[in-house]
C-alpha cells in the first residue's frame, strides 16, 4: 500500500519535505472526548487494548480528529512483560500495578521470552486494521518500550519517583539484571517484527525512565539494549526517546536508528551539535505550552520550528500531551506546524 502521505517517513529517512511532520506522543488518549466515550463503553484499558477493534478505532481518532501526520498503534509498553508471564493491572487514577514483581534470579524462571505472534496477536489484529482503515492516508507508528524503562516496572511493581529498587539490583545483583533485560530485548525484537509485518511504517522505542541513570550505567544497562534492537530492526525507520538522557545523545548518534526524540528540556542547537546531521531529531516542545493562549502555543510553536530547521525534523511534544489539555490547543500546534514556512 502506497502512502498517500509520508512525510514522516521521508523526514525520518532524511529526504526532502514540503513541510515539517507533527503527531503527538500519547495522542491516543485521553485528551479527546471521543476516546473517553469508548473508553466508557468497556470494562477498563485492558479490554480496550486486547479488542482490536476498538484499539483500531481509537488509533485512528487523532487522524481524523486533530489532523496529525502518523497514527500511533493504541496498546501500552507493558504488554511486553505481561507477555513474559508478569501479568499487571491499570488501576484507574494510579496507574500500571503488578501483584507480582521479580526480586531475585529464581523468580526469573517464571518468565519467558514472549512468543509475541502468539501472545500479542491482539496488538498486530489491531495494527492490520488500523492499516486498512487508514487505507494509506497517513503512516502508522508501532512503538515498544526500551529494555531498562520495562526493566523498572517490572522490578519495582508500579510507577515511582526514583525507582529505587530496579537501580539497587543493578549494584546487588547486576547479573540477574542483565539476564532479565536480555530477555526483555528477545521479546522486544521479535515483538516489533511482527508488529512490522501486520503493517506499522516506523517504530518507536520508548525510555521514559532513561533518564534516572548515571552516563556509565546508562551504557551499560539500557544503551547496549537499545543498541542490540536498533541492529535487529533493518525493515523500517527506528526512533528512540530516551527521556532525560542528556549524556547519551552523543553515543546515540552511532546507534542504527534514523531518528532521535529529544525532550523538552534538552536544548535542539546543542542536541544538533552533538548528535550530528546524520540523524533526523523529533520533539520538543513542553507538553505545558498546549496549556497557554493561542497566541502563545504559535510563538512557541515558530520558535521551536526555526530552532530545527526545515531538515530531518519530526514535530512532537517533549513527552506525551498532558491528559487534561484541551484538543483545540493540540490542533492549534498542529496547524501551526502545518501552515509554517521557514523565512517567513
Ligand atoms: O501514544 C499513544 O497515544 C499510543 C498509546 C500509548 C499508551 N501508552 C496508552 C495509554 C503509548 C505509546 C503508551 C506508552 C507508555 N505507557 C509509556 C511510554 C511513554 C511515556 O509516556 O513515557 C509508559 C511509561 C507507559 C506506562 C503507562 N501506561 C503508565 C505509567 C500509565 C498510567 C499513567 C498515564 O499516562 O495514564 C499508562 C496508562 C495508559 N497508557 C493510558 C493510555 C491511553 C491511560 C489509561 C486509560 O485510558 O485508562
Known amino acids: 500500500m502506497q502512502l498517500k502521505n509520508d512525510l514522516l517517513i521521508r523526514a525520518a529517512k532524511g529526504e526532502k519535505v514540503e513541510r515539517t511532520p507533527v503527531w503527538l506522543m500519547r495522542q491516543a488518549g485521553r485528551i479527546l472526548p471521543e476516546y473517553r466515550k469508548v473508553r466508557a463503553s468497556v470494562s477498563g484499558f485492558k479490554e480496550l487494548v486486547k479488542t482490536p477493534e476498538l484499539?483500531?478505532?481509537v488509533t485512528i481518532q487523532p487522524v481524523d480528529l486533530l489532523g496529525v501526520d502518523a497514527a500511533i498503534i493504541?496498546?501500552?509498553?507493558?504488554v511486553i512483560p505481561e507477555a513474559m508471564g508478569l501479568d499487571y493491572e491499570m488501576v484507574?487514577?494510579?496507574g500500571p500495578v503488578f501483584p507480582k514483581t521479580i526480586n531475585n534470579a529464581s523468580d526469573l524462571d517464571q518468565l519467558r521470552v514472549a512468543d509475541a505472534a502468539r501472545d500479542l496477536a491482539y496488538v498486530t489484529d489491531a495494527i492490520q486494521l488500523v492499516k486498512k482503515e487508514l487505507n494509506g492516508r497517513v503512516p502508522l507508528i508501532g512503538f515498544?518500550?526500551?529494555p531498562w524503562t520495562l526493566f523498572c516496572y517490572m522490578i519495582e511493581g508500579s510507577?515511582?519517583?526514583?525507582?529505587?529498587?530496579?537501580?539497587?539490583?543493578?549494584y546487588t545483583d547486576p547479573q540477574m539484571a542483565h539476564k532479565l533485560l536480555d530477555m526483555i530485548t528477545?521479546?522486544?525484537?521479535?515483538?516489533?517484527k511482527c508488529q512490522?509485518?501486520?503493517g506499522a511504517d516506523i517504530v518507536q522505542l520508548f525510555d521514559s525512565w532513561g533518564g534516572i541513570l548515571g552516563d556509565n550505567q546508562y551504557n551499560e544497562f539500557s544503551m547496549k539494549y537499545i543498541e542490540t534492537i536498533c541492529n535487529a530492526i533493518t525493515e523500517v525507520p527506528i526512533t528512540v526517546f530516551a527521556k532525560g538522557a542528556y549524556l547519551a545523545r552523543e553515543k546515540m548518534s552511532s546507534l542504527a536508528c534514523e531518528t532521535i526524540g529529544l525532550d523538552w528540556n534538552m536544548d535542539i542547537a546543542e542536541s544538533r551539535k552533538i548528535i550530528g546531521d546524520q540523524k533526523t531529531l523529533q520533539g520538543n516542545l513542553d507538553p505545558c505550552a498546549l496549556y497557554g493562549s493561542y497566541d502563545e502555543i504559535a510563538i512557541q510553536t515558530k520558535s521551536m520550528l526555526n530552532q530545527f530547521g526545515s531538515h530531518r525534523h519530526i514535530a512532537n511534544l517533549g513527552h506525551g500531551v498532558y491528559p487534561d489539555t484541551n484538543p483545540d490547543h493540540v490542533r492549534c500546534f498542529i496547524d501551526t506546524v502545518k501552515?509554517?514556512?521557514?523565512?517567513s
Not at 74 to 78: E, G, P, T, V, Y
Not at 159 to 170: H, Y
Not at 339 to 343: L, V
Request: proline share 0%; net charge positive.
Open 55 to 57: 484499539a483500531a478505532e
Open 159 to 170: 510507577g515511582s519517583k526514583t525507582f529505587s529498587k530496579a537501580r539497587k539490583v543493578l
Open 74 to 78: 493504541f496498546s501500552d509498553i507493558l
Open 196 to 198: 512490522i509485518d501486520a
Open 92 to 94: 484507574e487514577k494510579t
Open 144 to 146: 515498544a518500550g526500551a
Open 186 to 192: 528477545q521479546s522486544t525484537i521479535t515483538y516489533l
Open 339 to 343: 501552515n509554517f514556512q521557514f523565512n
